[in-house]
């Protein structure tokens, strides 16, 4: 079956960076598109950043564009989320999720594989 574990989170202080990994096995990695969420604490889950199945086309969202960078290493069944310049809003659970398809199409793809979260806390 399919797996995404998540790792690299932690807690920093604002203006701070972390780097996040998302390690898949059970899945063709390099058919699909991969994609990062979060989640903080009272708030619906919210869509990060995606990235294409060759990793040429990515998108993100307006909160994280400019500081966050997502990417992918198809040898090594891994995608990972550059996150710099944090602050603290960018406190959450943050997700992995394999998509349905090769490319991300907003609104229009399908999550059928999560994984667990890796906490982020961004300190003031």
């Known amino acids: 079956q399919v797996q995404l574990v998540e790792s690299g989170g932690g807690l920093v202080q604002a203006g701070g960076s972390l780097r996040l990994s998302c390690a898949a096995s059970?899945?063709?990695?390099?058919?699909?598109?991969m994609t990062w969420f979060r989640q903080a604490p009272g708030k619906e889950r919210e869509f990060v950043a995606a990235i294409s199945w060759s990793g040429a086309s990515t998108y993100y969202a307006d909160s994280v564009k400019g500081r966050f960078t997502i990417s992918r290493d198809n040898a090594k069944n891994t995608v990972y989320l550059q996150m710099n310049s944090l602050k603290p809003e960018d406190t959450a659970v943050y997700y992995c999720a394999a998509a349905s398809t090769s490319y991300y199409r907003p609104g229009r793809t399908d999550f059928p594989s999560w994984g667990q979260g890796t906490q982020v806390t961004v300190s003031s």
């Open positions: 059970g899945i063709t990695f390099n058919n699909y598109a």
